[in-house]
T-cell receptor, first 113, second 117 residues
Framework: NAGVTQTPKFQVLKTGQSMTLQCAQDMNHEYMSWYRQDPGMGLRLIHYSVGAGITDQGEVPNGYNVSRSTTEDFPLRLLSAAPSQTSVYFC????????????FGDGTRLSIL | AQTVTQSQPEMSVQEAETVTLSCTYDTSESDYYLFWYKQPPSRQMILVIRQEAYKQQNATENRFSVNFQKAAKSFSLKISDSQLGDAAMYFCAYRSFYGGGSEKLVFGKGTKLTVNP
């Protein structure tokens, strides 16, 4: 039972490079989301999806794209990385039942030079 | 917009003793969910406990319990019989009950808990 799997765990990019952070879940959860965690702060929502083909913006969406072609996968794309995007990124999923909590992946630490 | 405040950046407790972490929140909604997540140095986000606002009874999970005061918008976490493995960052989080906001977790800035042997 893998839960929420994020790859890679660590990545270093140069400014202007592009990259896709992968997220997969095997719990058949309808809802998936991406958060970023900066030092001294809690997590902030970037984008989320309530089902395949449906995505919406969160609190800090600028500089990130998402798509949801399958229930299992929810990749996060950085089209042109900037130093301000240096952060730890978490993917989360939950079932459609209203009272269910989010389950988080182990995070990706991303550094942009 | 909802906000979550954790007023204690750091707390410490002796092993086997009890500690309470504070959390207050601001919302105009009547139905919502509250959560406490634990983040050890491994950086995993682990659900500790959750509370539905429409339930008056305080949630309990083994050594972890909450004191939910809806009118005061307060949601504190009590850890009894503290263990070394409880050392971590603890985040309080809010989630709306309805609509698009029902997917967004609003986090506090966290409380770093140290457990002394």
């Amino acid at each position: 039972n893998a839960g929420v799997t994020q790859t890679p765990k660590f990545q270093v990019l140069k400014t202007g490079q592009s990259m896709t952070l992968q997220c997969a879940q095997d719990m058949n959860h309808e809802y998936m989301s991406w958060y970023r965690q900066d030092p001294g702060m809690g997590l902030r929502l970037i984008h989320y999806s309530v089902g395949a083909g449906i995505t919406d913006q969160g609190e800090v969406p600028n500089g990130y794209n998402v798509s949801r072609s399958t229930t299992e996968d929810f990749p996060l794309r950085l089209l042109s990385a900037a130093p301000s995007q240096t952060s730890v990124y978490f993917c989360a999923s939950r079932s459609g039942s209203q009272n269910q909590p989010q389950h988080f992946g182990d995070g990706t630490r991303l550094s942009i030079l | 917009a909802q906000t979550v405040t954790q007023s204690q950046p750091e707390m410490s407790v002796q092993e086997a003793e009890t500690v309470t972490l504070s959390c207050t929140y601001d919302t105009s909604e009547s139905d919502y969910y509250l959560f406490w997540y634990k983040q050890p140095p491994s950086r995993q986000m682990i659900l500790v406990i959750r509370q539905e606002a429409y339930k008056q009874q305080n949630a309990t999970e083994n050594r972890f319990s909450v004191n939910f005061q809806k009118a005061a918008k307060s949601f504190s976490l009590k850890i009894s019989d503290s263990q070394l493995g409880d050392a971590a960052m603890y985040f309080c989080a809010y989630r709306s009950f309805y609509g698009g906001g029902s997917e967004k977790l609003v986090f506090g800035k966290g409380t770093k808990l140290t457990v002394n042997p």
